[in-house]
């Protein structure tokens, strides 16, 4: 998928000589005929295209930022001029404008405006925490002509994979935009050029990227302007199972299968302190694990998987939580079998988890980052998955927490 489409050969060849007196007379029926169905066909095109278009739900109203909302930047970092959204300069990274809801698989159109140099970008998938651009995906937006397409250059998947050319118009004008994400399929098109066509799946950087979270619009200082924003949605085909979202998946969910830690369910927010371990009432063994987690400095605590719900069973094994960086199982290590590289994280700061088991072999992502492999499981048997407080006044905070069995 990666090379690029070829166009059908050409259809109009000439006739010999010789035959086309004998078929003048069928040739201009044809051509009659044809051009018939052409004038047809081209209104069906265009009737179709329109009522296409009308199926779309626009973002942007033209005259205010509803539907969208700044985060990590001032309040100013964006606005609106001449029916545009615009990146005020005195705003920068990390600011971006994120989309008042989630979407899964779309197709989104805008149109962006470049004059000199300008840098910005289009998120998709972006999380409620985490580092956007590598939990989710990145669009580069960039006013280079690279004659030769870079990682960086306008249409790259930033900073991972080259368009496969590079066709902005950076004088003073506009450009569009198109994003088809339907997943595995990643495809974008650039002045209504096809610039990227991925599987997304097939690239081991890309294919633990989320599947559903927020557009956004990135600031990077630069007055890039962007407008006609529209979208429509694909069917979903993502099935997870929530663990918790709000208090009432507390009883539903989970049990205390040791000690006595002090379990508060907080809204969207179940938080852990003490010393014991909070239980699923299910027992997973393949399975795709997604959890927001903020824990106070030097906390101590872990996530645990195929786990034997006896007290003190040794059948379990335990992702650590502990950000401490020089200890010898820091957070998202696979406790006592393989140390983690440690994660770009801060103290009671939310990041995002994400935990791949099957078989022998189990993977954690932090912050869009793999920091831990191991491929020598010894217990594949289905087990619980278990939260633990491990220490008094170490508390640890988890939110949207969802399972997806593979």
Same mark, same amino acid.
Request: aromatic share 12%; hydrophobic share 35%; charged share 25%.
């Given at each position: %998928?990666?090379?690029?489409?070829?166009?059908?050969?050409?259809?109009?060849?000439?006739?010999?000589?010789a035959?086309?007196?004998?078929k003048?007379?069928?040739?201009?029926?044809?051509?009659?005929?044809?051009?018939? #169905?052409?004038?047809?066909?081209?209104?069906?095109?265009?009737?179709?295209?329109?009522?296409?278009?009308?199926s779309?739900?626009?973002l942007?109203?033209?005259?205010?930022l509803?539907? @969208?909302?700044?985060?990590?930047?001032?309040?100013?970092a964006f606005?609106?001029?001449?029916?545009?959204?615009?990146?005020?300069?005195?705003?920068?990274?990390?600011?971006?404008?994120?989309?008042e809801?989630?979407?899964?698989?779309?197709?989104?159109?805008?149109e962006?405006?470049?004059?000199g140099w300008?840098?910005?970008?289009?998120?998709?998938?972006?999380?409620?925490?985490?580092?956007?651009a590598?939990?989710?995906?990145?669009?580069?937006?960039?006013?280079?002509?690279?004659p030769?397409?870079?990682?960086?250059?306008?249409g790259?998947i930033?900073?991972?994979?080259?368009?496969r050319?590079?066709n902005?118009?950076?004088?003073?004008e506009?450009?569009?935009?198109?994003?088809?994400?339907? @997943?595995?399929?990643?495809?974008? @098109?650039?002045?209504?050029?096809?610039?990227?066509?991925?599987d997304?799946?097939?690239?081991?950087?890309?294919? *633990?990227?989320?599947?559903?979270?927020?557009?956004?619009?990135?600031?990077l200082?630069?007055?890039i302007?962007?407008?006609?924003?529209?979208?429509?949605?694909?069917?979903?085909?993502?099935?997870?199972?929530?663990? $918790?979202?709000?208090?009432?998946?507390?009883?539903?969910?989970?049990?205390?299968?040791?000690?006595?830690?002090?379990?508060?369910?907080?809204?969207?927010?179940?938080?852990?302190?003490?010393?014991?371990?909070?239980?699923?009432?299910?027992? *997973?063994?393949?399975?795709?694990?997604?959890?927001?987690?903020?824990?106070?400095?030097?906390?101590?605590?872990g =996530? =645990?998987?195929?786990a034997?719900?006896?007290?003190r069973?040794?059948?379990? *094994?335990e992702i650590?939580?502990?950000?401490?960086?020089?200890?010898? *199982?820091?957070?998202?290590?696979?406790? $006592? $079998?393989?140390?983690?590289?440690?994660?770009? =994280?801060?103290a009671e700061?939310?990041? #995002?988890?994400?935990?791949?088991?099957?078989?022998r072999?189990?993977?954690?992502?932090?912050?869009?980052?793999?920091?831990?492999?191991?491929?020598?499981?010894?217990?594949?048997?289905p087990?619980?998955? %278990?939260?633990?407080?491990?220490?008094?006044?170490? @508390?640890i905070?988890?939110?949207?927490?969802?399972?997806?069995? =593979?």
């Amino acid at each position: %998928m990666h090379d690029q489409q070829k166009n059908p050969p050409g259809l109009g060849a000439a006739l010999p000589e010789a035959r086309r007196g004998a078929k003048a007379g069928l040739i201009s029926r044809r051509g009659l005929l044809a051009g018939s #169905l052409g004038a047809i066909m081209g209104g069906t095109i265009t009737a179709s295209a329109a009522q296409g278009e009308e199926s779309f739900v626009s973002l942007f109203d033209g005259q205010t930022l509803r539907g @969208w909302h700044i985060r990590e930047g001032p309040e100013s970092a964006f606005y609106v001029q001449d029916g545009a959204i615009v990146v005020h300069e005195g705003s920068n990274f990390p600011t971006w404008l994120c989309s008042e809801r989630q979407y899964e698989n779309f197709d989104f159109r805008c149109e962006f405006f470049l004059r000199g140099w300008m840098d910005s970008g289009v998120y998709v998938h972006a999380p409620e925490h985490g580092r956007n651009a590598w939990i989710g995906f990145y669009i580069k937006l960039f006013h280079k002509q690279d004659p030769v397409p870079l990682k960086e250059s306008a249409g790259a998947i930033f900073p991972l994979v080259a368009p496969r050319k590079v066709n902005v118009r950076n004088r003073g004008e506009w450009n569009t935009l198109r994003i088809l994400m339907d @997943w595995p399929v990643l495809r974008v @098109w650039i002045n209504e050029e096809l610039v990227q066509d991925l599987d997304v799946e097939s690239i081991p950087e890309l294919r *633990y990227r989320l599947r559903r979270g927020y557009l956004g619009l990135e600031s990077l200082s630069y007055p890039i302007r962007f407008r006609n924003l529209r979208i429509r949605e694909l069917p979903s085909k993502e099935r997870w199972e929530t663990l $918790y979202e709000g208090p009432e998946d507390l009883e539903r969910n989970w049990f205390v299968a040791e000690g006595k830690p002090k379990v508060e369910a907080l809204g969207k927010v179940l938080r852990l302190d003490g010393l014991g371990y909070l239980a699923t009432r299910e027992q *997973y063994k393949d399975f795709e694990l997604h959890v927001y987690v903020r824990a106070s400095k030097w906390s101590n605590g872990g =996530i =645990i998987f195929r786990a034997d719900k006896e007290p003190r069973s040794p059948r379990r *094994y335990e992702i650590q939580l502990h950000d401490v960086e020089n200890a010898v *199982y820091p957070t998202g290590s696979l406790y $006592y $079998y393989r140390r983690s590289v440690y994660p770009r =994280i801060e103290a009671e700061k939310w990041f #995002l988890l994400q935990l791949i088991v099957q078989g022998r072999y189990c993977l954690v992502r932090i912050n869009g980052e793999n920091v831990m492999e191991y491929d020598r499981l010894d217990n594949v048997e289905p087990g619980h998955l %278990m939260l633990q407080a491990h220490q008094m006044n170490r @508390w640890i905070e988890y939110k949207e927490i969802k399972v997806k069995r =593979i």
